[in-house]
C-alpha cells in the first residue's frame, strides 16, 4: 500500500508496482488491461468509476500499472482524499484489488 499526495496543479502518473507469477515463474501482464478507481470514504467502484489505464514498459520482475491524474488531461480528481482500486483483466482470471491512497492538494 502507497500513501501518495499530489498538487491539484499537476498533471502526472498515479503508478502502482506490479508482479505477477505463473506456476512460479515471472509472468509479464503488460498484454493485460489495467483499469483504477479513485474512490472517496469506504465506496467499492462500479462500471463508471474504472478508469482505463496503461503499463510503464520497463522490464519486470515488478511491472507499473499506471493512470494520468490531473486537470492538463487524464482523470480530474477535486481536493480530497481517495482510496485507489486496482483492476487488472487477464484470462480467467480479474484481480481487483485495494492499493494505496491518494491526496489531492
Known sequence: MFNLSI???STVYVQVPVSATFNGII??????TVQMAFMT???KPSG?????GGWDTA??????AQVLIGPSGGV???????????KITDSPEIP????????IE
Not at 48 to 52: C, G, K
Open 7 to 9: 498538487s491539484s496543479l
Open 27 to 32: 509472468h509479464d501482464p503488460t498484454a493485460d
Open 41 to 43: 470514504g469506504t465506496a
Open 48 to 52: 463508471p468509476d474504472w478508469h482505463t
Open 59 to 64: 522490464p519486470g520482475p515488478v511491472y507499473s
Open 76 to 86: 480530474s480528481l477535486a481536493v480530497g482524499v481517495y482510496t485507489v482500486w486496482l
Open 96 to 103: 481487483v484489488d485495494t492499493v494505496g491512497f491518494l491526496t
